[in-house]
């Protein structure tokens, strides 16, 4: 919704510095999807596909920024780059809204909830797990489990998680730089090994645009 909402928001802005702004916004919002995302993907896919499910996760970011890159080269002198990105925030924006409610709830909080215990047979029969019909489950982190509040976001940093905090962020960091790096000179390298300065051209055109 962050990086909807922000993209949405792109198409109304007046010059350089409130376009990098709310780009800025956009990947904070990216971001902290991708993640998510990847976690959602190995809880739920059998542990012997787990790793090529995560990064196949994780690859459709960059793949999807290319198709992006693909469809905003006939677009953008059709639409104009104002529409293109109104289309850019508002796909995001639909796939959260049902996401919200296609997704299963995760098996381990299930668990820890006896009334919901029905659902989680029927989730475990989907995954391909054999369940009883009267199977009964133990919540990993007991039933005390219920009255725990959410634990706040510095918790992430106490000593316990800290080291592994701080490599999944420079994992994280690095990887998206990379990327973002190769797809920022993407366009000079094509153009300098004589493949055409289409898109240099509909760059400078957006930038003159924000500008004036």
């Known amino acids: 919704?962050?990086?909807?909402?922000?993209?949405?928001?792109?198409?109304?802005?007046?010059?350089?510095?409130?376009?990098?702004?709310?780009?800025?916004?956009?990947?904070?919002?990216?971001?902290?999807?991708?993640?998510?995302?990847a976690a959602l993907a190995a809880e739920f896919v059998p542990v012997a596909r787990r790793a090529i499910a995560v990064t196949l996760t994780i690859v459709c970011v960059p793949l999807g920024a290319t198709l992006a890159g693909l469809i905003a080269i006939p677009a953008i002198p059709t639409i104009g780059w104002?529409?293109?990105?109104?289309?850019?925030?508002?796909?995001?924006?639909?796939?959260?809204?049902?996401l919200f409610w296609?997704?299963?709830?995760?098996?381990?909080?299930?668990?820890?909830?006896?009334?919901?215990?029905?659902?989680?047979?029927?989730?475990?029969?989907?995954?391909?797990?054999?369940?009883e019909a009267d199977a009964i489950f133990q919540s990993e982190t007991g039933p005390e489990s219920r009255q725990q509040t959410r634990a706040p976001l510095a918790t992430i940093l106490e000593p316990r998680y800290r080291r592994d905090s701080l490599a999944l962020w420079a994992a994280f960091f690095s990887c998206l730089l990379?990327?973002?790096?190769?797809?920022?000179?993407?366009?000079?390298?094509?153009?300098?090994?004589?493949?055409?300065?289409?898109?240099?051209?509909?760059?400078h055109h957006i930038c003159s645009t924000l500008v004036a």
């Open 1 to 37: 919704m962050i990086f909807g909402g922000a993209t949405l928001a792109v198409s109304t802005a007046g010059s350089v510095g409130a376009l990098a702004t709310l780009r800025l916004v956009a990947g904070i919002g990216l971001g902290g999807a991708m993640p998510n995302a």
């Open 82 to 98: 104002r529409a293109l990105f109104m289309l850019g925030g508002a796909v995001p924006i639909v796939a959260a809204l049902v």
């Open 102 to 131: 296609l997704p299963p709830e995760s098996p381990r909080y299930l668990a820890g909830r006896s009334e919901r215990w029905e659902e989680l047979r029927r989730l475990l029969r989907r995954m391909g797990h054999p369940v």
């Open 178 to 203: 990379s990327v973002y790096m190769v797809f920022s000179w993407l366009s000079a390298i094509l153009t300098s090994a004589g493949l055409g300065a289409s898109v240099d051209e509909q760059r």
